[in-house]
C-alpha cells in the first residue's frame, strides 16, 4: 500500500507541469479595439495575483491608456525605451497594496515586444499600473539601466493578439511629458474561458 501511494504521489508530481501549463489570459477591450493577454501566473505569481486581482474587482474598467513613450519622446532619455502605459488608479479610487518587486533575474521573464509588465517608481512600489513594450526593451530588465536601482520592472506575461492596437496606441498623438492626447479609454478587462 505505500509502495502504491508513493508511486502515485511521483506519477502526480512529475505530471503538475503539465496542467501548469494552462495560464489565464484576458481580453482589454479599449475605444481603439481588442487587445489579449497571456498571463504568466507560473513564473511572476505574486504580480499576476495581484494583477488579475485588479480585473476581478473590474477597477481596470473604465482606466485609461494615458501615456506613451517614444523615442521621439524628449523626456525618454538618457536611456530610451519604447512602451504604452495605463491601468493606474482614478483620483478617489482606492486600489490595493504596493506588492513585492518580482525581478527578471528571479522570474526568467524578459521584456519583448508585446511584454506586459508593472510600472513602479521604486522596488516593491507597483500597485495598478502595467505597461506593454513595444519591441524588445531589455533595460527594463533586471540590471537594466532604466532605472538607477537596476532592480528593473515585474514583466508577467504576453500579448497574445492584439499587438496592432498597442501599435496604435504608441503612435497616438502626446505632449512633451508623455501624455496620450487625448487617452486612449480601456472600456473593460476580463478574464478569458479556458
Given at each position: 500500500m505505500i509502495k502504491t501511494t508513493s508511486v502515485l504521489l511521483a506519477m502526480l508530481l512529475t505530471a503538475a507541469p503539465v496542467f501548469s501549463a494552462v495560464l489565464p489570459k484576458v481580453l482589454i477591450k479599449t475605444e481603439i479595439g481588442d487587445i489579449a493577454v497571456e498571463i504568466d501566473s507560473a513564473k511572476a505569481l505574486i504580480t499576476s495575483a495581484n494583477f488579475l486581482k485588479y480585473v476581478d474587482a473590474k477597477l481596470y474598467d473604465g482606466t485609461i491608456f494615458h501615456r506613451t513613450v517614444t523615442l521621439a519622446s524628449p523626456r525618454n532619455k538618457p536611456v530610451p525605451i519604447e512602451v504604452i502605459q495605463g491601468g493606474e488608479m482614478p483620483l478617489g479610487v482606492k486600489g490595493f497594496n504596493a506588492i513585492l518587486l518580482e525581478r527578471t533575474s528571479v522570474t526568467g521573464l524578459r521584456h519583448l515586444d508585446g511584454t506586459?509588465?508593472?510600472?513602479?517608481?521604486?522596488?516593491?512600489?507597483?500597485?495598478?499600473?502595467?505597461?506593454?513594450?513595444?519591441?524588445?526593451?531589455?533595460?527594463?530588465?533586471?540590471?537594466?539601466?532604466?532605472?538607477?536601482?537596476?532592480?528593473?520592472?515585474?514583466?508577467?506575461?504576453?500579448?497574445?493578439?492584439?499587438?496592432?492596437?498597442?501599435?496604435?496606441i504608441h503612435r497616438s498623438?502626446?505632449?512633451d511629458q508623455e501624455l496620450l492626447t487625448p487617452p486612449i479609454k480601456i472600456l473593460s478587462i476580463h478574464r478569458l474561458e479556458k
Open positions: 506586459i509588465s508593472m510600472a513602479r517608481s521604486g522596488p516593491d512600489t507597483a500597485t495598478s499600473s502595467f505597461f506593454f513594450c513595444v519591441g524588445p526593451q531589455p533595460e527594463l530588465d533586471f540590471n537594466g539601466r532604466r532605472n538607477k536601482d537596476g532592480q528593473g520592472f515585474a514583466a508577467f506575461g504576453r500579448v497574445v493578439f492584439g499587438m496592432d492596437v498597442v501599435r496604435k498623438p502626446a505632449n
